[in-house]
């Protein structure tokens, strides 16, 4: 962290170039909304941000205990930033168990802010505190801040006509009143939004903008924090510029490739974590020419999203890895059937029901091998939260161009994860061309485009084009079903390339770094933002190391066995047992080293920069 | 493409139009030939043009059928149809959509979606062909065998306790519930024309003869010198009449149906009259009248008139339309909190 006084204000105000706050409290303290104001307000200042929310599976765990804890971290800065931090500067503790929780994840010599007022011997209790850590010395190497923010709260809200229930439900705006002081941000940001939220409920505006208030008062008037922070404005490139999850960012990619290609989009989801979001957001977008189907379970899901498909939609279905499992009949049959389908898969732990909430990149295999017989589909990848977008788009593309369902594999860090977006301006979006069959004289179902080997999709409605299809094996060019032994070998064969066929389409893989050389890291997914820091870290040491990112998984990029034979090592990062690696060494016949996590949690940093200097043989 | 234009130009249409140039290759004597030919004589009458029709299946012998269909079809995989054809008739409403099943697909695999599409109301025709065995995997016990049935699955009997499908599909809020027999192929047709009219989810069950794994399973009802005294065929505003010689009737007894003999004693004014509208709960007490207590009832056992699910799909997409403008990608992306970086 980068330090210099500045003179200009009575209080002292140091200039920092990247910092790390983490808010963590009772899943029903409003750690998610406390943090994601804190962000809305740190983009409207222009720095760049990263941001993780970590939240447990269970909807409200008795109040007080660990397996209630709810975190949400931001890291802002100056600079562009790939990652939410590894660790935090700040740690806004709203109890005892979160404090406890979290505690790992703070700097040495951080500063902690706890909530006095929760850490009653019942509160210890509960956390599994044997002794108060405010008072036992424990936090010695922190630097504690001990407030009462419950009681501040209240006596900021003596006048207000909610009860002391409600009134204590503001603690957590006080606790962020504290921390725009801090870091000197406005609070208006916040109060906009407070009057849109509860619009019509003017006792609750007005007490949480009093919370908001009375915390930077009480930090202004007692002077609890020696100095106050400024984190300047990053220099982003020029535009305009949105916050946006993964979530969010992939359901805006669909709705606009769906408008792109001038085709009406059927979703059809059956709810799951963490991939819900991507149902609610688009089930709010009818009036963008979207239906919205709430299956009875993920089976139905995605057959409604094929039979929507055959009548001419734009199918996409939504749901993570053990929906997908569910899924995957289906999934075989829009392989035989060809037709564009959108499956979109926002891993988690697992296997089976696993960690719900926790992120994982182990549904590389099933997304690539995990159907009954040859039935290859194309899966790609989306590398920060924003690229949600650009991928779904691409998915989109692909699905129509080659008559194929395509699968997405988002995880739930990028799914909740939120960064700036930049957006794209709408007439240089890519254009997706596709047309229904309409000549019945020429119309043979099978019949495969020469270039992309799609075939038509004649739509029923559409006089002269009645036809069959089905999951039963098809004669070529005419679909009528057929038993014949060379034909099956001929049609398994024919599938195999239309999908191999879409990597001519496929850009070339960028190096980051040297062409050629020691060492090459290999990324997927939501990877890229550690790989990315932990590289240029090296670069900016002065050592040799690339890095490629790879966003579509299957077909590779054309150019991936070359560049991989340019290099002595390749160092494979991934939250699995190594399934990318894998791929490589089979594909490729490469020698790699894999770097595995399986913890529920993305890598660090420190981890990657480690990790990468150890193959160097260097000591860092 | 204008729907009326077409109709005008095209002649009217034939059974021949909806005959597909497939073999048909069910085994002889099947019922489902019967089924077959009743469902492409009605569908030239219905009036809708051709390229409207779609047939969904599943898995199964019945699930063949879009094969030697002339329309658009789709054979898919087992138990799902429902839930494809679901899809397509909400993103479509303009389609005749007719889904055909049978006892496996429907009520075992498919159990779930079978429901769901009733509790929705889509606008689906759903042909159930029960043949209470499984055909197309040789002749396993079904959900709707009778229990002790020895099959190659249940070499000592069944322990299974059957579904009554209609009773299921009325548990289940269908609007439009019906039962037929393969070989009556005018009360086929009939029933058909009026399930193709009904505007949500129509159920029809057809009791359907499987010659080779459960040969006369229904032959109470289908066999010439016995089969009047043993169904009873429900009729819009007409009194529950049946027997060789109309000699029987239902009447009601303490909430439940009990077969009466008109023999003087009882006069046709105590029976019960049947009216298809009234709620679900006697269309139920019907359904619970099974042989060989009571005759099989045949024909239309419920139908009501409430919107369609598609319907209320595409009228909440047409009014928040209305409200908030045409969406576009502009105003899709510009939304929410943005800031200009310069
Ligand atoms: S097995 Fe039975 S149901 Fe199947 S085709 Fe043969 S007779 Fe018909």
């Not at chain 1, 890095?547 to 160092?571: C, D, M, Q, T």
């Not at chain 2, 009449?241 to 009737?249: F, I, S």
């Amino acid at each position: 962290m980068m330090k210099q006084k500045t003179v200009t204000n009575p209080r002292p105000s140091v200039i920092l170039d990247d910092v790390v706050i983490r808010f963590a409290g009772d899943s029903g303290d409003g750690m998610q909304l406390t943090g994601s104001q804190f962000t809305s307000t740190t983009v409207s200042m222009g720095n760049d941000v990263s941001t993780l929310p970590d939240f447990p599976a269970e909807i409200r765990a008795p109040a007080g205990t660990l397996p209630g804890v709810s975190g949400y971290q931001i890291r802002f800065s100056s600079n562009q930033v790939f990652t939410p931090g590894d660790q935090a500067d700040v740690l806004v503790a709203m109890n005892p168990a979160a404090l406890k929780v979290n505690l790992e994840g703070l700097k040495p010599n951080g500063v902690i802010v706890a909530n006095t007022d929760s850490f009653s011997p019942r509160d210890l209790q509960k956390a599994h505190y044997d002794s108060n850590p405010l008072e036992d010395g424990s936090l010695d190497s922190y630097r504690l801040f001990a407030i009462d923010v419950t009681r501040l709260t209240r006596a900021a809200l003596r006048e207000s006509k909610l009860d002391t229930r409600a009134v204590d439900r503001c603690k957590n705006f006080f606790a962020l009143g504290m921390m725009y002081y801090l870091y000197e941000r406005p609070t208006d940001v916040t109060e906009r939004w407070l009057e849109q939220k509860f619009r019509g409920k003017d006792d609750l505006i007005e007490a949480n903008k009093m919370a908001l208030r009375a915390g930077v008062a009480y930090c202004e008037a007692t002077e609890v924090f020696h100095e106050t922070y400024k984190v300047p404005a990053a220099k982003l490139p020029p535009g305009k510029y949105r916050n946006v999850s993964g979530n969010q960012a992939l359901s805006l990619g669909l709705v606009a490739a769906a408008k792109t290609a001038n085709l009406p989009l059927f979703l059809g989801s059956y709810p799951i974590t963490p991939a819900s979001d991507i149902l609610h957001q688009l089930a709010g977008y009818k009036n963008y020419n979207i239906e919205t189907f709430q299956a009875e379970d993920e089976i139905a899901g995605v057959c409604a999203a094929i039979g929507a498909s055959f009548g001419g939609s734009l199918g996409v279905t939504t749901t993570s890895g053990p929906g997908v499992a569910l899924k995957m009949e289906a999934i075989g049959l829009a392989i035989m059937v060809e037709l564009p389908l959108i499956i979109v898969n926002v891993q988690r732990g697992g296997p089976s029901t696993g960690l719900p909430t926790k992120t994982e990149q182990a549904d590389l295999f099933q997304a690539v091998y995990g159907r009954n017989s040859e039935s290859p589909l194309p899966v790609l990848a989306p590398a920060t939260p924003a690229d949600c977008f650009n991928i779904a788009f691409e998915a989109v593309r692909i699905a129509l161009a080659y008559m194929t369902p395509v699968m997405i594999l988002s995880d739930g860090y990028l799914a909740n994860g939120a960064e700036p977006w930049k957006l794209p301006a709408v007439d240089e979006l890519p254009s997706i061309k596709t047309s229904y069959w309409t000549d019945a004289k020429s119309f043979r179902p099978y019949l495969r485009d020469k270039r992309t080997l799609a075939r038509p999709w004649g739509i029923p409605g559409t006089p002269g084009l009645e036809h069959r299809v089905g999951g039963l094996e098809k004669n070529e060019e005419d679909g009528n079903v057929s038993y014949d032994p060379l034909n099956h070998e001929r049609m398994v064969r024919l599938r195999a390339e239309k999908i191999q066929r879409v990597a001519q389409d496929i850009p070339d893989l960028e190096i980051l770094g040297p062409e050629s050389g020691k060492l090459l890291v290999v990324g997927w997914g939501s990877t890229y933002g550690a790989i990315i820091s932990a590289v240029r870290r090296c670069h900016a040491d002065g050592v040799d190391v690339s890095a490629i990112h790879i966003r579509h998984l299957f077909p590779f990029p054309r150019n991936l066995g070359a560049i991989l034979a340019r290099f002595e090592k390749v160092l494979v990062p991934e939250l699995n047992c190594g399934q990318l690696a894998s791929m490589l060494r089979s594909s490729y016949l490469k020698e790699t080293v894999s770097l595995s996590k399986i913890q529920g949690r993305p890598f660090s940093q420190r981890e990657m920069f480690n990790k990468i200097n150890q193959l160097l043989e260097r000591t860092s | 493409m204008s729907t009326t234009a077409q109709m005008q130009q095209s002649p009217a249409l034939k059974k021949k139009d909806f005959v597909s140039d497939q073999e048909v290759r069910w085994c002889p004597g099947c019922g489902d030939y019967a089924i077959l030919n009743a469902v492409q004589q009605v569908f030239p009458t219905l009036g809708i043009p051709k390229e409207k029709f779609v047939v969904v299946s599943g898995i199964g012998c019945s699930s063949r059928f879009p094969y030697y269909m002339n329309t658009y079809g789709f054979h898919s995989i087992h138990g799902r149809a429902p839930a494809i054809a679901t899809g397509l008739k909400v993103a479509n409403p303009d389609l005749s959509v007719w889904v055909i099943t049978g006892d496996g697909d429907a009520l075992s695999i498919g159990g779930n979606h079978f429901i769901h599409t009733m509790r929705r109301n889509v606008g689906l025709k759903i042909l159930l062909f029960n043949n209470q065995i499984y055909g197309l995997t040789k002749g396993q016990y079904s959900p709707t065998s009778e229990k002790g049935k020895k099959t190659k699955s249940s070499p000592f009997g069944s322990v299974d306790r059957p579904f009554n499908p209609i009773s299921l599909a009325l548990g289940a809020e269908c609007t439009f519930v019906a039962r037929t027999v393969d070989i009556y192929q005018k009360h086929m047709k009939e029933v058909l024309t009026r399930a193709a009219a009904h505007k949500g989810t129509a159920f029809v069950e057809i009791l359907q003869n499987c010659n080779i794994f459960n040969d006369r399973a229904f032959a109470n009802i289908t066999d010439k010198p016995n089969r009047d005294d043993n169904q009873v065929v429900l009729e819009q505003g007409k009194p529950l009449v049946y027997g060789k010689e109309h000699q029987r009737g239902i009447r009601m007894s303490k909430y439940l149906p009990e077969v009466v003999d008109l023999d003087g004693s009882v006069s046709e004014d105590e029976l019960v009259v049947h009216d298809e509208t009234r709620p679900a709960a006697y269309a139920f007490l019907l359904s619970r009248m099974v042989a060989p207590k009571f005759p099989t009832p045949i024909g239309i056992f419920r139908a009501i008139d409430i919107d369609s699910y598609e319907d209320g799909v595409n009228e909440q997409v047409r009014s928040v339309t209305e409200k908030l403008g045409e969406g576009t990608i502009e105003s899709l992306l510009n939304a929410g909190d943005t800031w200009i970086v310069k």
